[in-house]
C-alpha cells in the first residue's frame, strides 16, 4: 500500500530526500507484511471453518440414520398399538356378540 505524496513531501522537506526514501519504503514495507498477515489469518480462520463436501454428505448421512432409527422405532410402537386395539376389538366384539344370544 503505498504512502501519499504529500506524506513522502512532508517528511522530505523534515528528514531529507535519501532518509525520507528510506523511511517511505519500510513503512510501505511493514503496512504490506502486516496486510499480508491479517489476510493469512483471516484464510486460515475460514478455512477452518469451511465444512468440505465430504464432511457434510457424511453428517446428512448419520442424521439420516438417526431419523431412519427413530421412524422405525415410532412405526414399531404405531404397530403395537394397532395391534392391541384390534385385540380389545375383537373382544368386544365377541361380547357383543355373546350378549346378543
Request: avoid cysteine.
Amino acid at each position: 500500500m503505498p504512502i501519499p505524496v504529500e506524506v513522502y513531501e512532508a517528511l522530505e522537506d523534515v528528514l531529507g530526500k535519501e532518509p525520507a526514501r528510506k523511511l517511505v519504503h519500510g513503512l510501505e514495507a511493514a503496512v504490506s507484511a502486516a496486510v499480508t498477515t491479517q489476510v493469512t489469518a483471516l484464510r486460515d480462520e475460514l478455512l477452518d471453518k469451511l465444512v468440505t463436501k465430504e464432511v457434510f454428505l457424511a453428517h446428512m448421512q448419520a442424521l439420516r440414520a438417526e431419523f431412519e432409527s427413530r421412524l422405525e422405532a415410532l412405526w414399531a410402537r404405531v404397530q403395537e398399538q394397532i395391534q392391541a386395539l384390534r385385540t380389545e376389538l375383537r373382544a368386544e366384539f365377541q361380547n357383543q356378540i355373546q350378549g346378543l344370544r
